[in-house]
């Protein structure tokens, strides 16, 4: 089991904003990095560090953090953003890697 | 630009040893600071994170792992390379490589291959 808890799936109206979050102990002292994957395609990074991306990524994605509770907000979804969004971080014992389970975002 | 591509065999058999090396092309890969991973991803499933290695040769594996896994680095050939022992047919996934970022507070995967389905059989 990941020691980082994500929503199975969500989904936001095209042009809203929407947040994705994951929740993990670790996370209250390591930063989360969050990817993007479209089917049969690799992982992409869109945003890592307290909130950098990646040269490339649109500045519609931002990151953020609260305590144990990392997020991911698109701010004016597009329909290329329909895929699953993976969080990233450090386990509680910081010494290994661990991935959310990832949550399935909608584009309506 | 970097570029990583993963390659080996896409069929092994229960009980042997999978081993997959992956090409970095575009920079080296023994710039120092960076790591260098494998992750692996089921089908329709989420990602799991095996292990990194640094460009040095010091290792670390996914505690769940860490008993089947052997993670190397060939720097005159600008490629690293994943054995994984004693497969299962739940060893049957996609398998991908990527530049490991990981320092201070941070660690993330900033550059990926292609992936690679590797598929456990008699």
């Known amino acids: 089991s990941s020691e980082l808890t994500q929503d199975p799936a969500i989904s936001v109206a095209l042009g809203q904003t929407v947040k994705i979050t994951c929740q993990g102990d670790s996370l209250s002292s390591y930063y989360a990095s969050w990817y993007q994957q479209k089917p049969g395609q690799a992982p992409i990074l869109v945003k890592y560090?307290?909130?950098s991306r990646p040269s490339g990524i649109p500045d519609r994605f931002s990151g953020s953090s609260s305590g144990n509770t990392a997020s991911l907000t698109i701010t004016g979804a597009q329909a290329e953003d329909e895929a699953d969004y993976y969080c990233n971080s450090r386990d509680s014992s910081g010494m290994n890697v661990v991935f959310g389970g990832g949550t399935k975002l909608t584009v309506l | 630009q970097l570029q990583l591509q993963e390659s080996g065999p896409g069929l092994v058999k229960p009980s042997e040893t999978l081993s997959l090396t992956c090409t970095v092309s575009g920079g080296s890969i023994s710039r120092s600071g960076h790591y260098w991973g494998w992750i692996r991803q089921s089908p329709g499933k989420g990602l799991e994170w095996i292990g990194s290695i640094y460009y040095s040769g010091s290792t670390y594996y996914n505690p769940s792992l860490k008993s089947r896994v052997t993670i190397s680095v060939d720097t005159s050939k600008n490629q690293f390379s994943l054995k994984l022992s004693s497969v299962t047919a739940a060893d049957t996934t996609v398998y991908y490589c990527a530049r490991h970022e990981q320092y201070q507070l941070l660690t993330h995967f900033d550059y990926w291959g292609q992936g690679i389905l590797v598929t456990v059989s008699s």
């Open positions: 560090g307290k909130n």
